[in-house]
């Protein structure tokens, strides 16, 4: 494993997910309703075909139902939601992690400064917030995982953003 894939192991462990790739999964809606959002999650997630038919088995059809059922929890209903594409300006790339593997639990739905909020993944939520990033970037290099990685590697100083 080279150096760049277990501090991002690490990273994950403790539940920091820096930007994995330049995707723009919300740009071309800068906002959406609960369904939408829903909908395209799903589809993001390849459990959802362009028909609107389930791609997944039969036996799957409970997992399929939890993610609904949990989207549908943390959303709210009614109204537009801005997501990610709303701050393309930011000139982010959107974390694939959050958007296709578990987006029920990854996404965060996050309170915007100006009021307001947003569906937005890690990537998008680090550049809206950079100082709660700079905090749980300490927390780690202060944590057993981080003087595990720094004894590992021997980087004695914490990572620059």
């Keep these: 494993m080279s150096k760049d894939e277990v501090l ?4 994950r462990e403790q539940n920091i997910y820096p930007p994995s790739v330049q995707d723009s999964h919300y ?3 800068a906002e959406m309703t609960r369904g939408e959002i829903i909908e395209k999650t799903l589809k993001e997630m390849g459990v959802l075909l362009p028909s609107g038919q389930c791609a997944k ?5 409970d997992f399929l139902s939890g993610v609904i059922t949990e989207l549908q929890r943390r959303l709210p209903p009614g109204g537009k939601i ?7 300006h930011l000139n982010i790339g959107c974390c694939d992690s959050c958007h296709t593997e578990y987006p029920s639990s990854k996404m965060s739905l996050i309170d915007l400064p100006g009021g307001g909020s947003a ?3 890690c990537a998008m939520n680090r550049a809206i917030y950079p100082e709660r990033y ?9 944590s057993p ?14 990572p620059k953003d």
Aim: positive net charge.
């Design 27 to 29: 740009y071309d809606n």
């Design 82 to 88: 801005k997501t990610c594409g709303a701050f393309r």
């Design 8 to 11: 991002k192991k690490l990273l």
């Design 145 to 158: 995982q981080g003087k595990l990685w720094r004894e590992k590697f021997g980087d004695n100083e914490p």
């Design 57 to 61: 088995s039969g036996d799957q059809a």
């Design 134 to 142: 700079a905090e749980r970037m300490e927390r780690f290099w202060n």
């Design 119 to 121: 569906w937005v993944c």
